[in-house]
């Protein structure tokens, strides 16, 4: 069992504890520098933010951590990622349906309709 409390002398710290941000950055800090789990700053805040928002039951509001929100900018600006080809599979085996306008997999030469044997 672990016991966490943000500071050990009160006198010393008697005005920055009773603030919220001072309590949670000192535990962050313990819990990143001495938990066996090894957990970053980072990876706790972004954790405790979850949970409060978690904490909401409101399935309209959501927390994206850095890459979720690049990724979700991404596919709202509907940007794509990778060569620039779209594949399907049908009998005869899995095809080039697509390759997109300027991308590298068009510059490289690719062409709709190649299709890969099973």
Same mark, same amino acid.
């Given at each position: 069992?672990?016991?966490?409390?943000?500071?050990?002398?009160?006198?010393?710290?008697?005005?920055?504890?009773?603030?919220?941000?001072?309590?949670?950055?000192?535990?962050?800090?313990?819990?990143?520098?001495?938990?066996?789990?090894?957990?970053?700053?980072?990876?706790?805040?972004?954790?405790?933010?979850?949970?409060?928002?978690?904490?909401?039951?409101?399935? !309209?509001?959501? !927390?994206?951590?850095?890459?979720?929100?690049? &990724?979700?900018?991404?596919?709202?600006?509907?940007?794509?990622?990778?060569?620039?080809?779209?594949?399907?599979?049908?009998?005869?085996?899995?095809?080039?349906?697509?390759?997109?306008?300027?991308?590298?997999? &068009?510059?490289?030469?690719?062409?709709?309709?190649?299709?890969?044997?099973?």
């Amino acid at each position: 069992m672990s016991l966490l409390y943000p500071c050990t002398l009160r006198s010393f710290a008697a005005e920055k504890s009773d603030s919220s941000e001072y309590r949670f950055d000192e535990i962050a800090s313990l819990l990143s520098n001495m938990h066996i789990s090894g957990k970053s700053k980072q990876e706790l805040t972004d954790a405790a933010i979850k949970g409060m928002v978690d904490s909401l039951n409101d399935p !309209y509001t959501a !927390y994206l951590d850095a890459k979720q929100a690049v &990724e979700f900018q991404q596919a709202i600006n509907q940007q794509k990622v990778g060569i620039g080809i779209s594949i399907q599979r049908n009998d005869k085996g899995v095809f080039l349906a697509e390759v997109f306008p300027k991308s590298p997999a &068009e510059q490289g030469g690719c062409c709709q309709g190649i299709t890969w044997m099973r």
